[in-house]
């Protein structure tokens, strides 16, 4: 996965803890269906400067999303959303930053984990994820995406908005040229 | 459309959700030439959760007869109870898909140090007026393409709070649907009813300008603006 390897723990360095999550997961029944167990970095022990530097990351703005939602019905606009999974795991971790061993999967070395993608619940994680999504998203997907002004030119908008769960749900407006 | 997916798709593991009907648990209801967004069920567990799932609805969140008072032995200094907290959800529907519970909110917003039974009393009313109008939001149709299709309303109410500060308000819409609002006590003293509207204004120009940017990032130029008091 590459998510971080095992190395010696360097003399100085602060392995910062990590917890495990579980959540059951239930229909509309409320049936269990699934079991959800999720691996987080105990964020609170990070140092600014050691840890981490820069943890901004934008929110969409509930107004945004009621401005985009007021026009669509008249201009046409096609609206869709998609939830990436594990989102902030696709994060590259700049800092250099020890985890201990997660519970249950220790090797019994002591050796500890040097991190390489933002791990859920490090401060870093989210700013990391908007400048993932921001580059792979804004080089690729956008400009290719800019139909012909049918009415309006430019009708082509992505909006990013992260929830405090790393889930990320965007919107993408598009003409809708058929209708 | 199709493209932009598969190549989002191509870069991260996705789940698509097609049309949303969900977003940060307000329910979407889109048709041809509407869309309809409101949280009755979030306002169905509160009321849940405070047993008034059947109260007897009433046609205004403050009685305008009954003066709030603060009560000066209260509980000074202390934020923590549960008046605060169920404000603060109750002020997270007003900022989602509600202005018109806005006002009644906002002053029960000043007691939350200072409560009495009084304030515990307009706050069960809010939510006896939410028990009647839970199935209400907002819908946004399709209306024929125009240059100017947003517009909105300030209005400012002199020495209205405490503290002889007054209450600044504006609301926009487009489509006849409320986009933006917001309802606040001025930060400043206005001296007089004017000022204190001038306040209000300014607040809505910025808002005005803050959507004039954003419609016109989406390729909607609006030209002139109709600002009303």
């Given at each position: 996965m590459?998510?971080?390897?095992?190395?010696?723990?360097?003399?100085g360095a602060?392995?910062i803890?990590?917890?495990?999550?579980?959540a059951?997961?239930?229909?509309?029944?409320?049936?269990?269906?699934?079991y959800?167990a999720?691996l987080?970095?105990?964020g609170?022990a990070q140092?600014?400067?050691h840890?981490?530097i820069?943890?901004?990351?934008?929110?969409m703005?509930?107004?945004t999303i009621?401005?985009?939602l007021a026009?669509?019905?008249?201009?046409?606009?096609?609206?869709?959303?998609m939830?990436?999974?594990g989102?902030?795991?696709?994060?590259?971790?700049?800092?250099c930053?020890?985890?201990q061993?997660?519970?249950?999967?220790?090797?019994?070395?002591g050796?500890?984990c040097?991190?390489?993608?933002?791990l859920?619940?490090?401060k870093q994680?989210r700013?990391?994820?908007n400048?993932e999504?921001d580059?792979?998203s804004?080089?690729?997907a956008?400009p290719?995406?800019?139909?012909?002004?049918?009415?309006?030119?430019?009708?082509s908008e992505m909006?990013?908005?992260?929830s405090?769960?790393?889930?990320m749900?965007?919107?993408?407006s598009q003409q809708?040229?058929?209708? | 459309?199709?493209?932009m997916?598969?190549?989002?798709r191509?870069?991260?593991?996705?789940?698509?959700l097609?049309e949303?009907?969900?977003i940060?648990?307000?329910k979407?209801?889109?048709?041809?030439?509407s869309?309809?967004i409101?949280?009755s069920?979030y306002?169905?567990?509160?009321?849940?959760?405070?047993?008034?799932?059947?109260?007897?609805?009433?046609?205004?969140?403050?009685?305008?007869h009954?003066?709030l008072v603060?009560?000066?032995?209260g509980?000074i200094?202390?934020?923590?109870?549960?008046?605060?907290?169920?404000?603060?959800?109750l002020?997270?529907?007003?900022?989602?898909t509600?202005p018109?519970i806005?006002?009644a909110?906002?002053?029960?917003?000043l007691?939350?140090?200072?409560?009495?039974l009084?304030h515990?009393?307009?706050?069960?009313r809010?939510?006896?007026?939410?028990?009647g109008m839970?199935?209400h939001?907002?819908v946004?149709?399709?209306?024929?393409?125009?240059?100017?299709?947003?517009?909105?309303y300030?209005?400012?109410s002199?020495?209205?709070?405490?503290?002889?500060?007054?209450?600044s308000?504006?609301?926009?819409l487009?489509?006849?649907?409320?986009?933006?609002?917001c309802?606040?006590?001025?930060?400043?003293?206005?001296?007089?009813?004017?000022?204190?509207?001038?306040?209000?204004?300014?607040?809505?120009a910025?808002?005005a300008?803050?959507?004039r940017n954003?419609?016109?990032?989406l390729?909607l130029?609006?030209e002139g603006?109709?600002?009303?008091?």
């Amino acid at each position: 996965m590459g998510t971080w390897k095992l190395v010696e723990k360097p003399a100085g360095a602060v392995p910062i803890n990590n917890k495990w999550v579980f959540a059951k997961k239930r229909n509309k029944e409320g049936v269990l269906t699934k079991y959800k167990a999720r691996l987080v970095a105990k964020g609170c022990a990070q140092r600014l400067g050691h840890d981490y530097i820069e943890t901004h990351s934008p929110v969409m703005r509930l107004e945004t999303i009621r401005a985009i939602l007021a026009i669509a019905p008249t201009w046409k606009l096609l609206i869709q959303q998609m939830d990436v999974k594990g989102a902030y795991l696709n994060g590259t971790l700049k800092e250099c930053v020890y985890m201990q061993q997660p519970e249950g999967f220790a090797d019994g070395t002591g050796r500890v984990c040097l991190l390489i993608k933002t791990l859920y619940g490090l401060k870093q994680a989210r700013h990391e994820w908007n400048i993932e999504f921001d580059t792979n998203s804004g080089d690729k997907a956008i400009p290719a995406y800019v139909p012909t002004p049918v009415h309006i030119s430019g009708a082509s908008e992505m909006i990013s908005q992260s929830s405090q769960y790393g889930s990320m749900t965007f919107f993408c407006s598009q003409q809708r040229s058929d209708l | 459309m199709n493209k932009m997916k598969s190549d989002i798709r191509a870069e991260w593991e996705v789940t698509d959700l097609g049309e949303p009907s969900k977003i940060v648990g307000i329910k979407i209801t889109m048709s041809r030439d509407s869309i309809t967004i409101l949280q009755s069920k979030y306002i169905k567990s509160i009321l849940k959760k405070e047993g008034l799932e059947r109260a007897n609805p009433v046609a205004m969140p403050l009685d305008p007869h009954t003066p709030l008072v603060p009560n000066l032995e209260g509980n000074i200094g202390d934020r923590s109870n549960s008046f605060a907290r169920l404000l603060g959800e109750l002020q997270f529907i007003v900022n989602a898909t509600r202005p018109d519970i806005a006002y009644a909110v906002n002053r029960l917003a000043l007691y939350t140090t200072n409560l009495s039974l009084q304030h515990v009393g307009a706050l069960k009313r809010i939510l006896q007026y939410l028990s009647g109008m839970r199935n209400h939001g907002i819908v946004y149709h399709a209306l024929p393409q125009q240059p100017s299709f947003f517009y909105g309303y300030a209005d400012a109410s002199y020495r209205n709070a405490d503290n002889r500060r007054s209450i600044s308000g504006y609301v926009f819409l487009a489509r006849n649907g409320a986009i933006t609002w917001c309802l606040q006590k001025q930060v400043s003293i206005a001296l007089l009813s004017t000022e204190a509207e001038y306040v209000a204004l300014s607040e809505a120009a910025q808002e005005a300008c803050w959507l004039r940017n954003l419609y016109g990032e989406l390729g909607l130029l609006q030209e002139g603006i109709a600002t009303l008091i």
